[in-house]
């Protein structure tokens, strides 16, 4: 069954408000028991209006300021709920915000099948490559390493957490170039830095090549540390680091 609707603009209204408020001036001024009923009348009216506006007002305004705070916290699902048997200006905008919100949605799940795909790119390329390589998991805060960057340092593990690799002073430059480059910089970058894991405790001086996967909110999800020796004497860098 079809819901029937009336359309009244919102700017009939205002001006509606204005002329029943000159109208009762003059009324009220003029004097005589036949403008007083329509002093009455157009008081009530007036009033009528008023509150009409008035809640019409708050209500929407309530909904929009939900509906901006949803897509601002990235739930592009939100919508604003209408009146169906009113429609006016804020209707209008009701509709449009509800296009914008399933736009959103519809961008919101192409942009995670993307970060889902370069994933699985980043995964399989991790699995494959023969140079020494880390993948860095963000969101769990773990790195993997892959054979060859097993073979540079003689282990057979190859799960570290970043806590783990964090808390040893020779990795105080890895570490720190790091998290700048995943929480600020978030571009492919390279940089040199020395490298110990918790298992041998053997340092390895590196220079890294950072490939970072954004996700939907533009943060550093994963990323791929290529590894290659570097030249200068470890030495000289671990008196740097260590030096208070």
Known sequence: MKTVSFKMSLKVVFF???????????????????????????????????????????????????????????????????????????????????????????????????????FTVLEIIFNWISEPCMLLDSEQSVFYLNKSMQALFGVSQNRFSFASIENRDMNTKFT???????????????????????????????????????GKDENVKYALLFAYRADEDIHEETTEIIKP
Request: aromatic letters at 12%.
């Open 16 to 118: 509606s408000v204005f002329l029943l408020g000159a109208f009762s001036t003059i009324s009220l001024f003029a004097g005589g028991i036949l403008n007083r009923w329509y002093l009455t009348a157009y008081l009530l009216l007036f009033v009528f209006l008023c509150a009409y506006l008035a809640v019409r007002l708050f209500l929407y305004g309530k909904k929009i300021t939900v509906f901006l705070n949803s897509i601002y916290k990235g739930e592009y699902k939100a919508g604003i709920r209408k009146n169906s048997s009113v429609r006016d200006e804020l209707t209008d905008i009701a509709d449009l915000s509800n296009k914008a919100s399933e736009r959103l949605c519809k961008y919101d799940k192409l942009r995670a099948e993307a970060v889902r795909l370069n």
């Open 176 to 214: 720190r170039s790091l998290l700048l480059l995943t929480l600020r910089d978030k571009v492919e970058k390279e940089f040199t830095a020395l490298l110990q894991l918790p298992v041998r405790e053997e340092t390895r001086k590196l220079m890294f090549h950072f490939i970072p996967v954004r």
